[in-house]
């Protein structure tokens, strides 16, 4: 997820923009750049690092007074952070630009092609085919060249143009990716969220999927992309503060990040599937064959929510790869000379690429002749110049402490990950990939679906803000499912909460079973139903007050409890990414609800950099 803005009135650009991009940092900052029109010429500078690191280059010696201009606060998913990846992205003669976020799918092959016609490419970003691919079409016309290249992109953008020969309009174009104009007095703005312009206008108008915008100084012109056609569009004003805009209206970062996640799985998978080969392409994965095939075993290593998410990869990787994996908690893995060799393959997974047990134990694999692969979201992290290959989840930025979309991320990337190694070994064939990445390409609706249950989710929490403690019950697949959720319960309710295997209730948690301890079970359908049904029988046996998840249209649940919150069916292989959704939302209602600071619990802190 990255920032982009625009700027065309009669202030100094790059101050306006500079000002928007420091609004949009909570959207990426490992990497920035402005671009302004000047006297018939671009004028650029852009660089890696946070915004406060690049003052001067943006802002105190930009050398430039130009009124109309483009800006770019990035979170690196194609092409590490650097400054020749940093938006704005330019032709090859640098007489248009373009700022970019999203994810161009189709990327490799517009370059390749781009290449053979002639183009010379300067990054390794997907963003920079756009500047190549309109630089194509344009003979003079800003508004057709953008028309026509973004008819050759599959994927997501939401993208602002300028260029050197039009000092008087700003082009911009939106497709699954959030985009707007604001509409000033002799000014007007475009940028990916309304925190980048609230202190010059509360006027705005969205933009949807398909439709483009003519920017200028006193007019905005709004057209399809589909058709060319002009389209009307109505302005509304935004009463947000700015505080609250930044989480795009919801009341915390937590919040926002659970309903992002239907577009992170959409920007994890991005680019990386080939329906009609049945394959999956993990480009920075770095190992090579025989690493894959000389692995015997698998061992992850991580923490925390990263931990559960390891958990969910061991039933993935057995099921579908059939090497045995076990999972270690990298705070007890460094320490016990682990049995790790030239012929173990250690999965590291970690949001921040910084948690320091994750790091000492990768140290620890790695000095007994283990290759590791990384699971990463933040690029250029330290986990990320440690491990022998990666796969990045793209979740962007997660400012709320306790981890939501990343956690998501990561179980997607896990699922790639499995589907790879299972058709590299031949244990799982082409049409049964071709099925999963069909059935991972609808997951984004069904969690869509879930979402539209919070105010149901909200009511059953409301009636659980006093109890002293949890449990958490799933069995296979959601086994670590119950673990998570029980996470995400403590952590920010500050309540006691435990996940257990649903069959083990009978070998002591069930002693704890009274009218005070309130179980939520995890009891989708699966060849496991049935087992997990009579073990809540036991439950509702002693008066417990259960709560469930389970499929849609389960009336065999409804005997047991009628608080349910239903999932869409989805295969097993799918549902700790569809039913950890309610957790998190029945958790953070609970903390909500009791008044406590869901974005930043006690205690805790983002990334735990020490022992
Ligand atoms: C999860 O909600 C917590 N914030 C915490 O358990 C976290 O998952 C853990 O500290 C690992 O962090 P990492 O993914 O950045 O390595």
């Known amino acids: 997820m990255c920032g982009i803005i625009g ?7 790059n101050e306006v923009i500079f000002d928007g991009l420091t609004k949009l940092e909570y959207r990426g900052y490992d990497s920035a750049g402005i671009a302004v029109v000047d006297n018939g010429r671009i004028h650029c500078r852009k660089d890696i690092g946070k915004l406060r690191n690049i003052r001067k280059l943006l802002l105190d010696e930009f050398q430039s007074e130009s009124t109309i201009g483009i800006g770019h606060t990035r979170w690196a998913t194609h092409g590490r952070p650097s400054a020749f990846n940093a938006h704005p992205h330019g032709d090859c003669h640098t007489s248009l630009m373009v700022a970019h976020n999203g994810i161009i799918e189709n990327f490799m092959a517009l370059r390749r092609q781009l290449i053979e016609e002639g183009h010379k490419f300067v990054s390794e970003t997907d963003s920079e085919v756009l500047a190549h691919l309109i630089e194509k079409y344009y003979n003079g016309d800003l508004k057709k060249a953008v028309l026509e290249a973004t008819k050759k992109v599959e994927g997501a953008y939401a993208i602002a143009v300028i260029h050197k020969d039009h000092p008087e ?4 174009a939106r497709k699954e990716a959030p985009l707007l104009v604001g509409l000033g007095n002799g000014e007007n ?3 990916s969220d309304v925190t980048a312009i609230l202190q010059y206008t509360r006027k705005v108008i969205y933009l949807e999927n398909f439709e483009a915008a003519v920017v200028k100084r ?9 058709s060319g056609e002009n389209i009307v569009k109505e302005s509304t004003t935004v009463d947000w503060n700015p505080v609250a805009a930044e989480k795009g209206g919801f009341s915390h970062f937590m919040l926002k990040e659970i309903f992002e996640q239907p577009q992170v799985i959409r920007n994890t998978i991005g680019g990386r599937t080939s329906e009609e080969e049945g394959k999956i392409y993990l480009e920075e994965l770095g190992l090579t064959g025989p690493d894959i095939f000389r692995a015997q075993r698998i061992v ?3 923490c925390g929510t990263a931990f559960y998410a390891g958990c969910v990869g061991k039933y993935l990787i057995e099921d579908l790869v059939r090497i045995p994996v076990e999972c270690d908690l990298a705070s007890e893995f460094r320490y016990r000379s682990p049995l790790v060799d030239g012929n173990t393959l250690v999965i590291a997974i970690s949001q921040s690429g910084e948690t320091a047990d994750t790091l000492a134990a990768v140290r620890e694999a790695k000095s007994r002749g283990a290759k590791v692969l990384g699971i990463v979201n933040a690029k250029e992290s330290s986990l990320t110049r440690e491990v022998d290959g990666l796969v990045y989840i793209h979740a962007g930025p997660e400012i709320g402490v306790a981890s939501t979309k990343a956690y998501i991320a990561m179980l997607t990337a896990l699922t790639l990950l499995a589907l790879m190694l299972g058709k590299i070994r031949s244990v799982i064939s082409s049409d049964f990939v071709k099925e999963k990445i069909r059935e991972l390409k609808v997951l984004p609706q069904q969690i869509e679906k879930v979402l539209e249950q919070k105010d149901k989710i909200k009511e059953i929490a409301a009636n659980y803000l006093n109890y002293k403690s949890f449990l958490f019950l799933g069995r296979g697949f959601n086994y670590p499912t119950a673990l998570e959720g029980a996470l995400k319960l403590k952590e920010i309710s500050y309540i006691h909460a435990e996940g257990y295997a649903a069959g083990e209730m009978k070998h002591g948690p069930i002693a704890l079973i009274d009218s005070e301890m309130p179980v939520m079970a995890i009891v989708t359908q699966s060849d496991l139903y049935d087992k997990t049904i009579s073990n809540l029988k036991e439950v509702q046996a002693r008066a417990g007050k259960l709560m469930a998840i389970a499929t849609e249209g389960d009336t065999q649940i409804r005997h047991l409890t009628d608080q349910v919150i239903e999932v869409p069916k989805v295969s097993d292989i799918f549902s700790p990414i569809i039913n950890v959704v309610p957790l998190q939302l029945f958790a953070y209602f ?11 619990p006690r205690n805790l802190a983002k990334s735990v950099t020490v022992e």
């Open 7 to 13: 700027y065309i009135g009669v202030k100094p650009a």
């Open 169 to 172: 309009e700003i082009i911009c």
């Open 218 to 226: 006193d007019t905005v012109e709004f057209f399809s992309l589909e």
């Open 189 to 191: 703005f475009v940028a």
């Open 300 to 302: 992850m290593v991580a």
């Open 590 to 600: 609970v903390a909500d609800l009791r008044g406590l600071d869901v974005d930043q």
